[in-house]
C-alpha cells in the first residue's frame, strides 16, 4: 500500500519523511536523475516485462519511496495528472507488451 500523509497538500509518504510537495518534488528530481545516470551506465539486463519494469522502478526510486517497484494499491494523481488505477495496471501493461 502507498500510505498518504494527511498533511494539506497531501504528499506521498517518503523516506526522508518530507511532507511539503515542493520539497519533495526537488528530493524526488535530484535523487531520480542520479539514480538514471547509473542506469545509463549499468543498465538492468532483463526481458522486458513487468517484473523488469518493476525492476526499473525500484532501482530510480529507491533513495525516495519505501515502496519503489510495487504495483500501487490505491489510486494517486500528481499535480493535474492521475496516474492508472491500481486494478488497470496489470491489463494495461499486457496490453503494451502484445504490442511491443
Known sequence: MIPISTRIPPVLR???DIRDANRLSQFES???FARLLELHENPIRASFDSDHLRHIHRYLFQDVFAWAGEFRT???????SFFAR???????????????
Open 30 to 32: 535530484d535523487h531520480f
Open 86 to 100: 491500481p486494478e488497470h495496471i496489470g491489463p494495461e501493461l499486457q496490453k503494451l507488451y502484445r504490442r511491443a
Open 74 to 80: 490505491v489510486p494517486i494523481a500528481k499535480g493535474n
Open 14 to 16: 517518503n523516506l526522508a
